[in-house]
Every structure is written in C-alpha cells, then in structure tokens.
Nanobody, 125 residues
C-alpha cells in the first residue's frame, strides 16, 4: 500500500510558475513509477507526465512538453512537477499516482494503482 499526498497548488497568473510535490509513504517508493495527471471541470482525467522508478525515463503529454518537468528524489520519497509558462488551460486539479510498472503518457489512469487526493492549480489570464 502506498499513500500519496500532493502539495504546491495555488493561484498564479499566466506565464508564471508552480512546483507541485507528492510525498509517498512506505519503503518501496523507488519500485514504483509515478505519474502526474490533471482533471479540469467537466473533463476526463488526463496524464501529464510520467517518470520511471529510477528517474531515468520520463515522458510528457504534448500539451506540456517544454514547459513542465517531472523529477523524483527517491531518498525523500518525493516526486515533483515543475510547471513553467503556465497558461489558463493548465487550470485543473492535479493528481500524482503510482504504478508498479512504468508507462508512457500513452497510457491513462487505469494503469495506476495508488492516487493522491489532488491539489488545485488555477491560472488566471
């Protein structure tokens, strides 16, 4: 069992930056691939970025490529999502999720076993 807790969301103006963090419980964090997802009102939950257990492989949705960076610190059981040049369309609840297998952003939420509660990101124009 893995428990995930996100933080770092908030209100930011377009063009600004935020850094989301997700802290995981347990001693097996490094064995899990991690993903960041987001869900805007009235829309499905979509994958934003994924990272392998070692951190050596990452993948991004086209909509965030070049603006967002996913990283992890296995010593601190933490995964981050650095979000730069934010746009109003980035407004959503952001979730981190864990999977025992690494998946690219071609694979959606059904492949992830454990989820955090989400953190709201609002980008004003």
């Amino acid at each position: 069992q893995v428990q995930l807790v996100e933080s770092g969301g908030g209100l930011v103006q377009a063009g600004g930056s935020l850094r989301l963090s997700c802290v995981a419980s347990g001693r097996t964090f490094r064995t899990y691939a991690m993903g960041w997802f987001r869900q805007a009102p009235g829309k499905e939950r979509d994958v934003v970025a994924t990272i392998s257990g070692s951190g050596g492989t990452t993948n991004y949705a086209d909509s965030v490529k070049g603006r967002f960076t996913i990283s992890r610190d296995n010593a601190k059981n933490t995964v981050h999502l650095q979000m730069n040049d934010l746009k109003p369309e980035d407004t959503a609840v952001y979730y981190c999720a864990a999977s025992p297998t690494y998946y690219s952003t071609s694979y959606g939420e059904t492949y992830y076993r454990f989820w955090g509660q989400g953190t709201q990101v609002t980008v004003s124009s």
